[in-house]
T-cell receptor, first 114, second 114 residues
Framework: AQSVTQLGSHVSVSEGALVLLRCNYS??????LFWYVQYPNQGLQLLLK??????LVKGINGFEAEFKKSETSFHLTKPSAHMSDAAEYFC????????????FGKGTRLSVIA | DVKVTQSSRYLVKRTGEKVFLECVQD?????MFWYRQDPGLGLRLIYF???????EKGDIPEGYSVSREKKERFSLILESASTNQTSMYLC?????????????FGPGTRLTVT
């Protein structure tokens, strides 16, 4: 069975600082990995995904994530935080099947301090 | 763009009432999902469906039922609402393609049961 662990339920950074949100997964087969963002009182929006190929994946709003198989990690980064990045971020994993749900982590709330 | 719509953004119901939450997607996706989201607990899967008239229990199906009579519509039913069902409810849909099964979310329904 797959699982996702997001380290830190709440991360706080200064505006302009590096954003690093951690995600580790457990999967017995090669995974597909996703990051979603949720702004207050809204649904989740796909930020980026890794399926196969290049391990560094670029997403929307300047975010990127790197798939590291040896570390079973898929950490999300952004070089310079903006106030508008304040939101909740969810990591998710899927396996090679089209009709099973994604498995989500519990989320990390990102605060950006001016 | 994929669009997932939910019938209400905010809903207030009384204990014991029967509650219907409707979800419609316009991208001909095979899979549809219902989640509830509570602070500190992340997303919890209630039910999902991978085909018309098919349903599968998720992690927390107790107190809920679902209906999928048409491909584009997936309804969540609270047979007798209780105060512990006060929550944010999120609907999602996805195609049934391995590696392409990222989920698209609606804006959510915030349900309060008094």
């Amino acid at each position: 069975a797959q699982s996702v662990t997001q380290l830190g339920s709440h991360v706080s950074v200064s505006e302009g600082a590096l954003v690093l949100l951690r995600c580790n997964y457990s999967s017995s087969v090669p995974p597909y990995l996703f990051w979603y963002v949720q702004y207050p009182n809204q649904g989740l929006q796909l930020l980026l995904k890794y399926t196969t190929g290049a391990t560094l994946v670029k997403g929307i709003n300047g975010f990127e994530a790197e798939f590291k198989k040896s570390e079973t990690s898929f950490h999300l980064t952004k070089p310079s935080a903006h106030m508008s990045d304040a939101a909740e971020y969810f990591c998710a994993v899927s396996v090679n099947s089209g009709n099973t749900p994604l498995v989500f982590g519990k989320g990390t709330r990102l605060s950006v301090i001016a | 763009d994929v669009k997932v719509t939910q019938s209400s953004r905010y809903l207030v119901k009384r204990t014991g009432e029967k509650v219907f939450l409707e979800c419609v997607q316009d991208m001909d996706h095979e899979n549809m999902f219902w989640y509830r989201q509570d602070p500190g607990l992340g997303l919890r899967l209630i039910y999902f469906s991978y085909d018309v008239k098919m349903k599968e229990k998720g992690d927390i199906p107790e107190g809920y039922s679902v209906s999928r009579e048409k491909k584009e519509r997936f309804s969540l039913i609270l047979e007798s609402a209780s105060t512990n069902q006060t929550s944010m409810y999120l609907c999602a849909s996805s195609p049934q393609l391995a590696g392409r099964n990222e989920q698209y979310f609606g804006p959510g329904t915030r349900l309060t049961v008094t």
